[in-house]
T-cell receptor, first 117, second 113 residues
Framework: EAGVAQSPRYKIIEKRQSVAFWCNPI?????LYWYQQILGQGPKLLIQFQNNGVVDDSQLPKDRFSAERLKGVDSTLKIQPAKLEDSAVYLC???????????????FGPGTRLTVL | GDSVTQMEGPVTLSEEAFLTINCTYTATGYPSLFWYVQYPGEGLQLLLK?????DKGSNKGFEATYRKETTSFHLEKGSVQVSDSAVYFCALSGRIGGSRLTFGEGTQLTVNP
């Protein structure tokens, strides 16, 4: 079974530029998550989708970050304009949610390492 | 809100030593608890989990017990190997299926031969 795919793996940009990351979840996984992992810290959820709807974007800096999952499969996370403090690894994860279960495992992609200069 | 606290600082051990990485949490209700591992150059992988009080999660020789009375989920391994060198993250999620994961800050483990 193919895992969560992300691209690009690495990106270097100047501050105030724009950048976009792409994620393709595991086939059949309805729930998709984007996490930000700053160096030396644990991942922090930015946004969660259930199919093509947003479930939780409470920690997404909406003045510069946006995300979409138009067809309920792959997703794009965009930053515009980027700031120095956006330098981090952006992780995508997906899960097959069974609402009657107390937990559904999240599977993580390899991440995109963003450096903002 | 929910939070997870891990022991501070990197851990360096010799091969075959005993490992403990402390993890405590704050959450409403009864969360599910996890340990994730991140090997160099790789993505996050689920190491073990426990979904209710007194459950013990175990995998690859690692163990952790869900202690509601002390709100803890400490990771242990009786004899570490060089290949266990990685960053370990404690995490929790709410009881509703599909809930977000809240992570601790991670603990870098280095095992020397």
């Amino acid at each position: 079974e193919a895992g969560v795919a992300q691209s690009p793996r690495y990106k270097i940009i100047e501050k105030r530029q724009s950048v976009a990351f792409w994620c393709n979840p595991i086939s059949g996984h309805a729930t998709l998550y984007w996490y930000q992992q700053i160096l030396g810290q644990g991942p922090k959820l930015l946004i969660q989708f259930q199919n093509n709807g947003v479930v939780d974007d409470s920690q997404l800096p909406k003045d510069r970050f946006s995300a979409e999952r138009l067809k309920g499969v792959d997703s794009t996370l965009k930053i515009q304009p980027a700031k120095l403090e956006d330098s981090a690894v952006y992780l995508c994860a997906s899960s097959l949610v069974v609402w009657s279960s107390s937990y559904n495992e999240q599977f993580f992609g390899p991440g995109t390492r963003l450096t903002v200069l | 809100g929910d939070s997870v606290t891990q022991m501070e600082g990197p851990v360096t051990l010799s091969e075959e030593a005993f490992l403990t990485i402390n993890c405590t949490y704050t959450a409403t209700g009864y969360p599910s608890l996890f340990w994730y591992v991140q090997y160099p150059g790789e993505g996050l992988q689920l190491l073990l989990k426990a979904t209710k009080a007194d459950d013990k999660g175990s995998n690859k020789g690692f163990e952790a017990t869900y202690r509601k009375e002390t709100t803890s989920f400490h990771l242990e391994k009786g004899s570490v190997q060089v290949s266990d060198s990685a960053v370990y993250f404690c995490a929790l999620s709410g009881r509703i299926g599909g809930s977000r994961l809240t992570f601790g800050e991670g603990t870098q483990l280095t095992v020397n031969p």
